[in-house]
Nanobody, 116 residues
Framework: QVRPVESGGGLVQAGGSLRLSCAAS????????MLWYRQAPGKQRELVASITRGGSTDYADSVKGRFTISRDNAKNTVYLQMNSLRPEDTAVYYC??????????WGQGLQVTVSS
């Protein structure tokens, strides 16, 4: 029922910024927590940031102070504003949306490459 579609990835120089978007079909009333994960080459998937329906946020220590997660409930969309990007931020970024009943749905993944 929830089919997230991601956009906004690409290549950026170190110190630059990108904003990722992830939009889902379906009603906002069914979506609880929205999350961003990433998977770097040779690494396991890690949780980057999350935001609850009420707007409470949490961040991985590695991105705290640089990344900001936000959501637009009217558009069923979650955003990840990424500033001061570093080469170690290079990864495939996935959004995830948890709906009522704790079922979750994944975006298709976006490549983010930060050059030094």
């Amino acid at each position: 029922q929830v089919r997230p579609v991601e956009s906004g990835g690409g290549l950026v120089q170190a110190g630059g910024s990108l904003r990722l978007s992830c939009a889902a079909s379906g009603s906002i009333f069914s979506i609880n927590t929205m999350l961003w994960y990433r998977q770097a080459p040779g690494k396991q998937r890690e949780l980057v940031a999350s935001i609850t329906r009420g707007g409470s946020t949490d961040y991985a220590d590695s991105v705290k102070g640089r990344f900001t997660i936000s959501r637009d409930n009217a558009k069923n969309t979650v955003y990840l504003q990424m500033n001061s990007l570093r080469p170690e931020d290079t990864a495939v970024y996935y959004c995830n949306m948890v709906v009522v009943g704790s079922h979750d749905f994944w975006g298709q993944g976006l490549q983010v490459t930060v050059s030094s």
